[in-house]
């Protein structure tokens, strides 16, 4: 319980806090979507610049790490797709779509500060190089699967021209890429720029949990409830498991094994509701997913977290 109220709550708080303010007309969603455009096109890209940039490389991307949550994630994809086609017997575009709401967790926004809470600011290295492959490995592996099953008949150098673009348009996938610029070449920040940054990172996650809740607010619990429930069982559950399995046989270190499996048990990003709108598939699941997920991964986070105690 002490879990609950020190951990979980203060970040649900400040999410509630936003849909409320939304819901009750006390702040815009114009205002919401300023915020939300902050929060991800500038100052998480510097809280990741910063904490990418410093990052001991060597010691923080372990390999087993990213094998770990990147392989259950890949599952959980195919479990998905798999799953709406079987299951659901939905169209296989509309699959694909279901299948990203199980593979793109929500690392930044929820993950980030769940896991700050949890165990510190300094233990998260193993957060940050799961989220430094979190948008090129979800969206490249999104993109090129929809890509194929619209059987648009693409050359291979087209298609990976549009997973490039879609990657590159992405302020998260450039601020990681700054990140490492600066760490490998070894470049000095002057000290005024990365105070700079430091004070627009400190409202990165604040910002970005309150306009996550006045986004919430948009997404109503509708459509295709078995679907859903299997995302979120997939995302809040098997996911984690898959880890949790993969991490111990891999004897992986206590603070990466904790990240990677805190890390696996976030609600779908809404990232996933952009994907499956971009593609125009499985909108209504897509976006209930992600509002039903988060609110349930207040209890499943929690039994994750004492799970990992």
Same mark, same amino acid.
């Given at each position: 319980m002490q879990t609950l109220l020190d951990v979980i709550l /203060?970040?649900? @708080?400040?999410?509630? *806090?936003?849909?409320? #303010?939304?819901?009750?007309?006390?702040?815009?969603?114009?205002g919401i979507d300023g915020v939300l455009r902050f929060a991800q096109n500038f100052a998480v890209p510097c809280l990741l610049f910063q904490a990418i940039a410093k990052i001991d490389i060597a010691a923080s991307f372990d390999p087993r790490l990213?094998?770990?949550?990147?392989?259950?994630?890949a599952a959980c994809f195919a479990l998905g797709i798999f799953g709406a086609r079987l299951l659901f017997k939905r169209d296989w575009e509309d699959c694909v779509a279901i299948g990203f709401c199980c593979l793109f967790s929500?690392?930044?926004l929820l993950g980030l500060p769940i896991s700050e809470r949890a165990?510190? /600011?300094?233990? @998260?290295?193993?957060? *940050?190089?799961?989220? #430094?492959?979190h948008s090129p490995f979800c969206y490249g592996l999104g993109i090129t699967v929809m890509e194929i099953v619209r059987g648009r008949g693409q050359s291979g150098v087209a298609l990976?021209?549009?997973?490039?673009?879609?990657?590159?348009?992405?302020?998260?996938v450039l601020g990681i890429l700054a990140g490492f610029t600066v760490n490998l070449t070894g470049v000095a920040l002057p000290g005024v720029v990365d105070d700079a940054l430091s004070l627009i990172a400190r409202a990165a996650l604040p910002a970005a949990l309150f306009a996550l809740g006045g986004v919430l607010i948009q997404y109503k619990p509708e459509g295709d409830m078995k679907a859903i429930t299997m995302v979120c069982a997939l995302s809040l559950l098997v996911h984690p498991a898959i880890?949790?399995?993969?991490?111990?046989?891999?004897?992986?270190?206590r603070d990466l094994f904790r990240a990677a499996v805190l890390t696996s048990a976030m609600a779908p990003g809404f990232n996933a509701y952009i994907f499956a709108n971009m593609y125009g598939r499985a909108r209504r699941v897509a976006a209930s997913a992600v509002l039903i997920a988060t609110a349930s991964s207040i209890f499943s986070v929690w039994f994750w977290l004492e799970a990992l105690a």
């Open positions: /203060p970040v649900f @708080l400040v999410i509630g *806090f936003g849909y409320v #303010a939304v819901w009750r007309g006390l702040f815009p969603m114009a990213l094998i770990s949550f990147y392989t259950g994630a929500n690392t930044v165990y510190g /600011p300094d233990a @998260l290295t193993g957060n *940050f190089a799961i989220i #430094a492959f990976l021209r549009s997973v490039t673009r879609a990657m590159f348009r992405n302020a998260l880890v949790w399995g993969m991490g111990s046989a891999l004897t992986l270190d």
